[in-house]
């Protein structure tokens, strides 16, 4: 059996583990945020094996050298465990940001678009409007039971409810096909959808500070 799939097999084995951890660390953001007066759905899950080894597969063919143990994939792949924030209001993603500062150890702040990479397809519009937060869950939050999952890393991503439906349209079909590549029409028309989200953004954002005055 090959590196990879020897990691994928592993990574079955502790899928309930991440789960888990997911599950509380999702719990403590929903606390923090209805305290706040933000509204948004949190949701977690632990990463799909078919959709990790797809991943693995990539980053090892693009490294220098290729994976030499488990432990370099497990440090590599930093979204194992993920907790999604989807806004109501795209304009409370400062205040969410700084929640998750404080409930969070926080390892690095990755904003997107990213602007360093270039597009995969021709497109007007700017893409996928998010920031991911790699971070731990903090000791002083857990029960002794629940201190087993401090080293669990997770990945949340905070984007409005818009962005969040927009982007899972794309990957699915843009970067998973199931039935070959796009044609020009079809990727003109998620293009097209993403600028229709980045206006329902700006909508809600007009929307929040009108009912804030």
């Given at each position: 059996m090959d590196l990879i799939s020897q990691f994928i097999e592993n990574y079955k084995k502790k899928?309930?583990?991440y789960e888990a951890a997911g599950r509380l660390a999702a719990s403590q953001l929903e606390t923090a945020l209805q305290s706040a007066g933000i509204r948004a759905m949190v949701t977690s899950r632990a990463k799909n094996p078919d959709?990790?080894?797809?991943?693995?597969?990539?980053?090892n063919s693009q490294r220098e050298t290729p994976y030499k143990n488990m432990r370099?994939?497990?440090?590599?792949?930093?979204?194992?465990?993920g907790i999604r924030v989807s806004l109501?209001?795209?304009?409370?993603?400062?205040?969410?940001g700084d929640l998750i500062r404080d409930q969070?150890?926080?390892?690095?702040?990755?904003h997107f678009p990213d602007l360093s990479k270039p597009p995969s397809y021709n497109r007007r519009f700017s893409g996928y409007w998010a920031t991911h937060y790699r971070s731990l869950l903090k000791e002083d939050t857990l029960t002794h039971a629940q201190k087993r999952y401090i080293s669990a890393r997770l990945e949340i991503q905070v984007a409005s409810l818009l962005m969040h439906a927009w982007?899972?349209?794309?990957?699915?079909?843009?970067?998973?096909?199931?039935?070959?590549?796009?044609s020009e029409e079809e990727l003109a028309i998620i293009d097209e959808l993403n600028g229709l989200v980045l206006t329902g953004e700006i909508a809600l954002e007009r929307l929040q500070s009108a009912g804030d005055k």
């Open positions: 899928i309930p583990f959709r990790l080894r797809s991943k693995v597969t990539r980053r370099e994939i497990y440090d590599d792949i930093a979204d194992l465990c109501y209001f795209p304009g409370d993603r400062d205040k969410t969070f150890e926080i390892q690095s702040i990755r982007s899972e349209v794309e990957h699915d079909l843009v970067y998973k096909p199931l039935q070959g590549r796009l």
